[in-house]
């Protein structure tokens, strides 16, 4: 089995290796390629990642290169974790919309949309070249934001599925309040990328009990306080929000707290820099703990199993994916990307039945999805209007003085990605 990570000089990849190594009974793999143009990242996460191989004894190749279409040439899966303009266009997207009032972030709102704008093209031209050198490989996007991102390319025909660690992260942490195996839990996670609820926690699967009231009345405390919500939202709800959430249930809170800090994106750059210089050391062979700072918990437990579902191996049967809805949520529409429970194997993923979703989240979920419409038009077809209609239609922004004030920012600071700019 050969993998290819597009991306591959990411300060995440070793995380990914380790994933690989670990658990390679459920997904055997041969040749790993590591494909970057960044030689000054790439040189030192590669010998990283070969130590990683070597003390845990995988018999697997890794390689690395600049070539996309020799990487990509005869893979079984293509892993898509880019970066378009590195943490400093990262930076931009966390700084410029505080100055309009209105949350900063990389993956939603304006800067996320900035993020959409920049990446899709991208995305986009890597999926033809791996469909015209190696068109039964399957694409695996990790890169953000992963919604928009999953639905250009299954628009655009590509064998494409997307996949964020959000889901497993709370499988983890609430099968640790339970004492209970994280296999045991089955979510009942809905929405969309980066905004979704837990609407249920079975035990022993999708028909299992339903454990969420008990969950929230013994440990609610604890989940608030991860979440950074109050107690009582999460009892009145009745269910657990994405952290993401938080952006749109106390906005101006977060955007207070974030004009009083230094952006996400400088401790993340500080703390690649520190990464990258441990790579560096010859001695070291495996995933140094600095890394868990990084974000991305449980991300290569999450890759391995759904590529390992995905190419026949031993994967779980059920795994929170993004792929379209196709009627799952009915008040989407079909070629919506929605982010559910399914049953995923080699012929790709089938969403399982979703309960009629509470009003107060189907209404959130079906504005963000029409954002998500305008935002894609603005990523394939460019224009500033149709940036400005994007960003109207975004919770997080909707009023036209601040769309208006937006677009000109989103554009004077993405001007260099941004070819109909």
Same mark, same amino acid.
Request: charge should be negative; include cysteine; charged fraction near 20%.
């Given at each position: 089995?050969?993998?290819?990570?597009?991306?591959g000089?990411?300060?995440?990849t070793?995380?990914?290796?380790?994933?690989?190594?670990r658990l390679?009974?459920?997904?055997?793999?041969?040749?790993l390629?590591?494909?970057?143009p960044?030689?000054?990242?790439?040189?030192?996460?590669?010998a990283?990642?070969?130590?990683?191989?070597?003390?845990?004894?995988?018999?697997?190749?890794?390689t690395?290169?600049?070539?996309?279409d020799a990487g990509?040439?005869?893979?079984?899966?293509?892993?898509?974790?880019?970066?378009?303009?590195?943490?400093a266009?990262?930076?931009?997207?966390?700084?410029?919309p505080?100055?309009c009032?209105c949350?900063?972030?990389?993956t939603?709102?304006a800067?996320?949309?900035?993020?959409?704008?920049?990446?899709?093209?991208?995305?986009?031209d890597?999926?033809?070249?791996v469909?015209r050198?190696?068109?039964?490989?399957?694409?695996?996007?990790?890169?953000?934001?992963?919604g928009?991102v999953t639905?250009a390319?299954l628009?655009?025909?590509?064998k494409?599925?997307?996949l964020c660690?959000?889901?497993?992260g709370l499988?983890?942490?609430?099968a640790?309040?339970?004492?209970?195996a994280?296999s045991?839990?089955?979510?009942?996670h809905v929405?969309?990328n980066?905004?979704?609820?837990?609407?249920a926690?079975?035990?022993g699967?999708?028909d299992?009990?339903?454990v969420?009231p008990?969950l929230?009345?013994?440990?609610g405390e604890?989940?608030?306080?991860?979440?950074?919500l109050?107690?009582?939202?999460?009892?009145r709800?009745?269910?657990v929000?994405?952290?993401?959430?938080r952006?749109f249930?106390?906005?101006d809170?977060?955007?207070?707290e974030?004009?009083t800090k230094?952006?996400?994106?400088?401790e993340?750059?500080?703390?690649e820099r520190?990464?990258? @210089?441990? $790579?560096?050391?010859? !001695?070291? /062979?495996?995933?140094?703990? *600095? +890394?868990?700072?990084? %974000?991305? @918990?449980y $991300?290569?437990?999450? !890759?391995? /199993?759904l590529?390992?579902? *995905? +190419?026949?191996?031993? %994967?779980?049967?059920?795994?929170?994916?993004?792929?379209?809805?196709n009627?799952?949520?009915?008040?989407?529409?079909?070629?919506a990307?929605?982010?559910?429970?399914?049953?995923?194997g080699?012929?790709?993923?089938?969403p399982?039945?979703?309960?009629?979703?509470?009003?107060?989240?189907?209404g959130?979920?079906?504005?963000?999805?029409a954002?998500?419409d305008?935002?894609l038009?603005?990523?394939?077809?460019g224009?500033?209007?149709?940036?400005?209609?994007?960003l109207?239609?975004?919770?997080?922004v909707?009023?036209?003085?601040?769309a208006?004030?937006?677009?000109?920012?989103l554009?004077?600071?993405?001007?260099?990605?941004?070819?109909?700019?």
């Amino acid at each position: 089995m050969k993998l290819t990570v597009v991306g591959g000089g990411s300060t995440y990849t070793p995380e990914l290796v380790d994933g690989f190594a670990r658990l390679r009974d459920t997904l055997p793999v041969e040749e790993l390629v590591l494909v970057d143009p960044a030689a000054d990242r790439l040189e030192p996460v590669g010998a990283l990642a070969r130590r990683i191989f070597a003390k845990q004894g995988h018999p697997g190749r890794i390689t690395t290169t600049a070539d996309l279409d020799a990487g990509v040439d005869g893979a079984d899966a293509v892993l898509l974790q880019l970066r378009v303009g590195g943490q400093a266009a990262r930076e931009q997207d966390e700084t410029w919309p505080l100055e309009c009032g209105c949350v900063g972030q990389e993956t939603t709102g304006a800067g996320g949309l900035a993020k959409a704008l920049r990446t899709v093209p991208v995305v986009l031209d890597i999926a033809e070249r791996v469909r015209r050198t190696n068109p039964g490989a399957w694409i695996i996007d990790f890169t953000n934001p992963v919604g928009i991102v999953t639905r250009a390319l299954l628009q655009a025909g590509h064998k494409a599925i997307g996949l964020c660690n959000v889901a497993i992260g709370l499988q983890r942490k609430f099968a640790a309040l339970l004492g209970v195996a994280p296999s045991d839990l089955h979510l009942g996670h809905v929405g969309l990328n980066h905004l979704t609820w837990e609407t249920a926690v079975r035990l022993g699967g999708p028909d299992g009990a339903d454990v969420l009231p008990a969950l929230l009345a013994e440990h609610g405390e604890a989940i608030a306080a991860d979440l950074r919500l109050p107690r009582p939202l999460l009892d009145r709800l009745g269910v657990v929000p994405s952290y993401y959430l938080r952006y749109f249930y106390a906005h101006d809170e977060v955007v207070r707290e974030l004009r009083t800090k230094p952006s996400r994106a400088a401790e993340v750059a500080a703390m690649e820099r520190e990464l990258l @210089a441990m $790579y560096a050391d010859p !001695a070291l /062979d495996e995933k140094p703990e *600095l +890394l868990a700072r990084r %974000g991305g @918990a449980y $991300y290569s437990e999450a !890759a391995v /199993d759904l590529a390992a579902a *995905l +190419l026949g191996g031993a %994967g779980s049967p059920y795994q929170v994916v993004n792929t379209l809805n196709n009627g799952t949520l009915p008040f989407l529409p079909a070629d919506a990307v929605i982010e559910v429970q399914a049953a995923v194997g080699p012929k790709g993923a089938a969403p399982l039945p979703v309960a009629p979703l509470d009003p107060l989240y189907a209404g959130l979920t079906a504005n963000v999805t029409a954002y998500e419409d305008l935002a894609l038009a603005a990523a394939l077809h460019g224009g500033r209007d149709r940036v400005f209609r994007a960003l109207l239609a975004h919770p997080l922004v909707g009023q036209y003085a601040y769309a208006e004030t937006l677009t000109d920012r989103l554009i004077a600071h993405n001007r260099e990605h941004l070819a109909w700019a």
